[in-house]
């Protein structure tokens, strides 16, 4: 690939389309950031220089991880600024998400639903919005297997719900916590202690049982509206923070083999974190090519990431969240019990110390704030330095399992996400929660923020 000068007017097309001519007819505004991603280009140009990786078989798989590895990173950042800059220009509207009446709705206002795969609620009436922030995410099969959500606020926690029941969904998986490093990131919308329930307008959601493992919770949710039951489950991913890594790179590809294959459903699965792109993005993507290895299908993490963004924006957000889809997938494809190679691919997969020390040096980089980070977002700095992010990490077998079955808990539940008001437009508070003692805590709306975090 080559870059001519801006002078020039014209810019060749690559496989991807990554730019076009300006047509006379575009607006302004996007002839303006046409403008823009070309000055963008003209000055990393170097990035152009690097090809798209190809469509790889389990055993071809950890030489092209060598290969990011090597000069530097270099060739990993090339990879991740050309998703960035494909991924830009194949952004698609969001006006339904910017209408007056929805703004509110968002926790960030730079992370905004597609109008082209939103998630449409079924409204009560005319005036009622049909809003959530929410997106279809087309799976390992070709249809919508997930919903990305972001994290239900004070005022969409009803809506989350509706939105459970409308599509009948079986499964959430949750990796953000309520609060994290000071900060509000998600609102507490389910119970956590068996026999006690939370109301939100017409919808009852009760815990029936839970069980904490090491690195996840697992909650059994029984959700009723009228005559209408729904029975979730609802795992929680813990630890995972910001912009970082929720430990070595086998907790993730363990964490989605278990959702997967714990009581398997055709319904759809509910992903969300805090802005539902970053964590989300990149739980989607490992479970989609978890099944790319189990059906010995070829791998291309670039391409699965690409399709991701076209269908919600800014899917696995950072560098240090692809490079942790790369670790997690190189252990993935070690791993005999995860995939299995045909006869006649003899090609030793299992890296060598080599590769070990680059991945763990890479994320020790990434993780604090290093050149590679990525410069489209302000990260606090992640706590998770832990060395088992390294390829040797084993978790210990021995896991500590507690199992709920106390009796109805007499106190209100805490509200995790409460802090002081902002001076923000936002939409009347609508939910109540009731314990058996019918107890109502005040509910705080939060501003959508500036910043992307997820």
Not at 51 to 56: N, V
Not at 441 to 447: E, M, N
């Amino acid at each position: 690939m080559s870059c001519v000068s801006p002078l020039s007017g014209t810019m060749p097309a690559t496989d991807f389309g990554l730019v076009q001519r300006p047509s006379s007819l575009m607006s302004k505004t996007s002839r303006l950031s046409w403008v823009k991603l070309k000055l963008f280009i003209h000055k990393e140009s170097s990035f152009l220089n690097y090809e798209p990786p190809q469509d790889l078989a389990p055993n071809k798989f950890i030489s092209h991880c060598r290969l990011l590895l090597s000069n530097s990173c270099d060739n990993l950042r090339r990879e991740f600024q050309l998703l960035n800059s494909l991924s830009v220009e194949r952004a698609q509207p969001t006006h339904v998400a910017v209408q007056t009446c929805n703004r509110a709705k968002n926790r960030y206002i730079n992370v905004l639903p597609y109008d082209t795969t939103r998630v449409h609620l079924h409204r009560e009436s005319t005036s009622d919005s049909d809003y959530i922030n929410a997106s279809f995410v087309k799976g390992f099969s070709g249809d919508h297997e997930y919903i990305a959500a972001q994290g239900p606020k004070p005022d969409t926690v009803a809506d989350f719900w509706s939105m459970i029941l409308q599509h009948r969904v079986a499964k959430i998986v949750m990796l953000c916590s309520f609060l994290e490093k000071g900060r509000v990131k998600c609102e507490k919308y389910f119970p956590d202690h068996v026999n006690e329930y939370f109301v939100y307008n017409n919808i009852r959601v009760g815990c029936t049982s839970q069980s904490v493992e090491t690195h996840y919770t697992c909650t059994h949710l029984r959700i009723t509206r009228d005559s209408e039951v729904l029975e979730v489950k609802h795992y929680h991913l813990r630890d995972w923070q910001d912009f970082g890594i929720p430990g070595g790179p086998d907790v993730l590809v363990n964490f989605c083999n278990l959702v997967r294959n714990d009581t398997p459903s055709s319904q759809l699965t509910v992903v969300h974190c805090s802005a539902g792109v970053g964590r989300t993005g990149t739980y989607i993507a490992c479970d989609i090519l978890l099944q790319c290895l189990n059906d010995n299908r070829k791998l291309n993490i670039f391409r699965t990431v690409l399709d991701l963004r076209e269908q919600r924006a800014h899917m696995v957000q950072s560098e240090a969240q692809y490079v942790y889809l790369y670790q997690s997938l190189t252990n993935a494809v070690e791993s005999s019990d995860v995939v299995k190679l045909r006869s006649g691919d003899t090609t030793p997969t299992t890296p060598t110390k080599d590769d070990a020390a680059l991945f763990q040096l890479r994320t020790a980089e990434l993780n604090n704030n290093s050149s590679c980070s990525n410069s489209n977002t302000t990260p606090t700095t992640p706590t998770n330095t832990n060395p088992s992010c390294s390829l040797n990490y084993l978790p210990s077998p021995t896991r500590v399992t507690t199992t709920t079955n106390c009796p109805a808990s007499p106190t209100t539940p805490t509200n995790c996400s409460s802090s002081s008001s902002h001076n923000y437009p936002t939409a009347p508070s609508h939910n109540s929660r009731s314990s058996f003692n019918t107890a109502t805590p005040s509910v705080t709306s939060f501003p959508a923020e500036p910043m992307v975090t997820s």
